[in-house]
């Protein structure tokens, strides 16, 4: 410690205290959102501590600590002239604007579920075993179900489809369709609605996701056009099919084996399109606070429910472009074209038979 310079002490300090202090505001806005209060204070301007508690029925006590802990991060901004609390305009497509493209509260109440793991995760660094999806609780899944369904809506119809315009094609006159890993069929729901014509299967490992998915289907009007089975995909699929999707699910699975398996279910001139993580293949290419949090996500649920599924560690980060390319390449895919996307935090893939 003699050689340790006192002010980079310091300065790493102050590092740690932000990102503890950050998480706090995680949590603590999670909660606001799972009351409502961002909600709130977005339909109703500004606001006084009292008037909140009466509108929401929350505790006054925790009505003001909430705001006072809010307004110290940032996210809510404090007037002591007037004493009213007030959701700044550009916050609210974030915080309160549900199943809008930047709205973050699916991802703070699916940390919330995750962090019930944590001593499961504990025993799991020392066994090296993996953790069942059957050990997360409902926050998980509620928040999962939130957290990408904005970005799919502002961009799968309008944007990633018309990227690919075979792919299009074969929906507008009608095909058979999988989307594995389904989880509670927000995409194969939105894809039916907007593409009548074809037929789709969702696929899931997980039954309550699948009965989930099920009673969407319902209430969307769709569950003529869309059925749902469990399934462990990476065994092999029940049928085939002329067109495969696979969004944000195949980091959690057995790579190679999942391509096999899904390549093994294609018609003739059958195509598969993936979704996944967009990262890069070295690690140091990879230091940045997003990169973090998906190192985390990894940590509390992808790496971990992969493990317990006999998949591999690929982890959240593990499938950079050209990793996934030749694992295509590997799995018996004539051709895998990365479809360029703007400003996107996630990569596009269509592969062909």
Not at 26 to 48: C, E, H, Q, Y
Not at 132 to 154: C, F, H, Q, V
Not at 224 to 244: F, I, M, R
Not at 296 to 320: H, V
């Amino acid at each position: 410690m003699k050689d340790v310079e006192q002010a980079k002490v310091e300065y790493f300090g102050q590092k740690v205290l932000a990102d503890t202090s950050g998480f706090a505001a995680t949590i603590m806005a999670a909660l606001g959102d799972r009351l409502g209060l961002f909600k709130d204070l977005a339909a109703n301007g500004p606001t006084s501590s009292s008037d909140l508690t009466k509108r929401t029925g929350i505790s006054k006590h925790y009505a003001k600590e909430w705001l006072a802990g809010m307004t110290s991060a940032g996210y809510i901004k404090y007037d002591p002239t007037t004493q009213l609390f007030t959701l700044p305009a550009e916050h609210i497509p974030v915080l309160a604007q549900e199943e809008g493209p930047f709205f973050i509260g699916g991802t703070h109440q699916m940390i919330l579920g995750m962090l019930t793991i944590i001593d499961l995760l504990e025993d799991a660094f020392r066994s090296g075993k993996g953790i069942p999806m059957e050990a997360y609780g409902s926050n998980t899944w509620e928040g999962m179900e939130r957290d990408m369904i904005g970005l799919y809506k502002a961009k799968l119809l309008h944007e990633w489809f018309p990227a690919m315009p075979k792919v299009q094609s074969m929906l507008e006159k009608g095909v058979q369709v999988a989307d594995v890993g389904c989880g509670t069929g927000r995409i194969s729901i939105m894809l039916a609605q907007a593409f009548p014509k074809s037929r789709y299967v969702g696929i899931d490992i997980f039954k309550p996701l699948i009965d989930r998915a099920k009673s969407n289907a319902e209430a969307a009007g769709v569950s003529d056009l869309v059925k749902y089975e469990v399934l462990d995909a990476s065994q092999g699929l029940h049928k085939q099919y002329n067109l495969v999707t696979a969004f944000d699910v195949i980091h959690e699975t057995n790579p190679l084996l999942m391509l096999q398996a899904i390549r093994r279910s294609l018609l003739p001139n059958g195509r598969f399109v993936c979704v996944d993580v967009k990262c890069e293949k070295a690690l140091e290419d990879n230091i940045n606070p997003r990169a973090a949090l998906r190192y985390g996500f990894s940590l509390l649920f992808c790496m971990s429910i992969a493990l317990a599924n006999e998949g591999k560690a690929q982890g959240t980060m593990g499938l950079p472009e050209e990793t996934f390319k030749q694992l295509c390449l590997d799995a018996g895919f004539k051709s895998v074209r990365f479809v360029p996307l703007e400003k996107s935090n996630h990569n596009l893939y269509e592969a062909e038979t």
